[in-house]
């Protein structure tokens, strides 16, 4: 089937073999390594739904979902299911698995947020019934226990008398004849307790002989006084196994009772268990969700990365991964990558099929915010050599065999169905493999073919007329890999809107071949299509050159954020000293009054010692006076009220030229905000004047009051401007990646006493673990949100001790 061998040409089995190791069970694991895409759009977003879900799990919660006790019981049940005769182990598997899967229904239940998964166990019974009736009976090993039933304990309690009656006589006759036995330990051989008697004796010892030693020299004898409690112990022991069967047989008619449900328990198990691989699995590639698109959106892809490539650089030290930004526009149906051999264009075609997979079964997609794709009815793909000698087929019939494969499976699905069809048609060198002017002429009739029939056709191409489709029809887009003229080798960036060129000549002279030939190449090829190559060439470093542009302007409006929040900064520490230097003078002033009652309250009391006398009266009067000369302070001159606008009115602001809304005034009065038009902003008051030209007048404030005494300074002075030495930017990281680098930025802050901390907004989550973080740390002394102006929500101050 065309579809599975798209599957294996993508890597597929390799990716699905990837997840299988974060499933937390076997059954979990086998479904990872089984896993295929669904063929139902409404399954994918089930499946994606549960993925998120769990992924929310993983990372509010400190433990996520655990497996513990959970086994494949599916052998065991459908063997209950046949009378067969479960073993103690099977059934304790089975006990632990209830007890497993109860545990999960809780941890589910107890959080919220998680609809998908609440609805996937609330219909799960686990039946703590017979969990309990199999942990009565059977131990932790597998074993029955003397509980399992009163005839059990019975016939164990006469096997243990027998046994001891044994051992008493075996003893007894160890000792009276301790010259005939070659040691001095009873051994057993099968089922009999026996004594190691030294052959040329055997006589002093009659009974049953049961085995010798290889060399002849030993006797392995039964006592015949032992031999009747022998037998009644081994009617006992049979009476014990048959008494085993009956309480495993018990056991396992209740487990066939309800062998329906525990299935449909086992399944959940193993969906749960795939769930949470894929979470961890996507949490581990640092994966975002996908967001299906209708068929008239934009793909959007941006920084890609190919996941077994990131695997391969984790666990085999491999290359680092060069990300790939692919954005297609809705009208585009064929895009025609070309570039240089080994320069990723095959790795693009299957890093693309590999991720719409992923999508398709729930799992993330490692590309950055916002992932949009669309659900893709079909993945088909022709990558590779297609050669076999054993079919007498050359590459180009391999080819046409397996297009001639994916046409028939496109053509199946009808084009007037209610679900469009979506395929997505990878083809690795379109082609190829034939005569060139054949071979094009091919490539170009099977595109114009895919465009009308798939949502979207990618080929990798060397054909030059391939790359003039996009000039003829709007469906059609050029891309191309970057190719580094001065390394000679490729940089792996795939480069959309500009086709490749070709490198073959310069290659060839870089690496010191004959001019002349090189000439003669040249003169073959005609100038038209080195002018192509020198227009692409031009393309080629007019992009990079808005590229460099781009990064400088990103560049230059970091720096004036950056020091736009650090004149915030300062004007907050401005109107913070301000605020506290007038609470120091209310508290002067306060002090002062205290100081005046009690130099007034002595008066009274010495007015009151003293004889009532007019003389004391008016003494007394006299320095009432004179405290409030010293204490009350000087009214200043009544001033001349002056124009100040108020909220609401219309004002003129000469240096814009323009007339405004007043909207708000600052406090001291030196501050206004105004609007004109759509735009909003502050200027000082001084800077407008009513609509008749009145100047504005602010009145001079009072000599401030010297404080009683100078207030006290910190120990640690609080930063005036924030820098880039104080400022963590974790914006898009995960809480548990962002947990060491506010451990560092913490270090290195310690010497301005603050750390500013941006997270954005988003969800919330990451500012929730940011403030979980600093709540327990312990050089931090307190936090806060940042003001409106700064970010809100956005960034978190904290405060160093």
Known sequence: MIQDEALELLEWPRLRQHLATFAATKLGAIAARHLTPPTQKATTLNLLAQTKEVYHLETEITTGLKFEGIHDIGDSLERAAFQGLLTGEELQNIATTLAGMRRLRRTIDEQEEVPTL??????????????????????DRGDITDRASPQLADIRRNIKLYRDKIYSLLHHILQRNSGAVQQQTITQRGDRFVLAVKAPQKESIPGIVHDTSSTGAT??????????????????????????????RALTAKVAEVREDLEHLLAIATTLDLATARARYSLWLEANPPHFTDSQDLITLRQLRHPLLVWQQRHEQGPEVVPINIQVKPEIRVVAITGPNTGGKTVTLKNLGLVALMAKVGLFIPAREPVELPWFTQILADLGDEQSLEQSLSTFS?????????????????????????????????????DPAE????????????????????????????????????????????????????????????PGRSNALSIARRLGLSSEVIEAAQGRMGGFSEDINEVIAGLEKQRREQEEKAEEAAQLLDRAETFYNEV???????????????????????????????????????????????????????????????????????????????????????????????????????????RFGLMKTTVPITDVESLDGQKVEVPKEPPKAKS????????????????SQNTLDIRGKRVHHAEPEIDKGINQAMNSGVLWII??????????????????????????????NEGGAGATIAYLK
């Open 398 to 434: 391999g080819h046409i065999r397996r297009i001639s494969r994916i046409l028939e499976a496109i053509n199946q699905n009808p084009q007037d169905s209610q679900d469009s069809p979506q395929p997505l048609v990878l083809l690795d060198e379109i082609g190829a493999g034939t």
């Open 568 to 674: 915030s900064e300062r004007a907050k520490q401005l109107q913070e000293r301000e605020t506290e230097l007038k609470r120091s003078q209310e508290q002067a002033v306060q002090d002062a009054i205290n100081e005046a009652k009690g130099e007034i309250a002595d008066v009274i009391q010495e007015l009151k010692q003293q004889p009532k006398s007019g003389q004391n009266a008016r003494a007394a009067t006299e320095e009432l006076n004179a405290i409030a000369q010293r204490r009350l302070p000087k009214k200043a001159p009544p001033q001349k009220q002056g124009y100040l606008p108020k909220v609401g009115e219309r004002v003129r602001i000469p240096s814009l030229g323009q007339t405004a809304e007043v909207l708000d005034i600052g406090e001291n009065q030196k501050n206004i905000t105004v």
């Open 118 to 139: 609440k609805a996937l166990v609330a219909e799960l019974r686990t039946y703590p019934e017979l969990e309990q009736d199999i942990h009565h009976c059977i131990d």
């Open 219 to 248: 006797l392995y004898i039964e006592p015949k006084a032992t031999v009747e409690l022998g037998n009644r112990m081994r009617q006992a022991q049979r009476q014990e196994q048959r008494e085993i069967e009956a309480v495993l």
């Open 439 to 498: 071979g094009s002429a091919l490539a170009i009739a099977l595109l114009q073919y895919l465009a009308e029939r798939t949502r979207l056709t990618i080929a990798t191409t060397h054909y030059g007329e391939l790359k003039a489709l996009k000039y003829q029809d709007s469906r059609f887009e050029n891309a191309s890999v970057e190719f580094d003229d001065v390394s000679l080798s490729p940089t792996y960036r795939l480069l959309w809107g500009i």
């Open 708 to 723: 009683a005494s100078p207030a006290k300074t910190e120990s640690k002075p609080q930063p005036t401007v924030r820098t």
């Open 759 to 788: 997270h954005g907004k988003g969800t919330g989550r990451l500012r929730d673990g940011v403030h979980e973080i600093l709540k327990h740390h312990p050089q931090v002394e307190r936090f806060e949100l940042a003001p409106q």
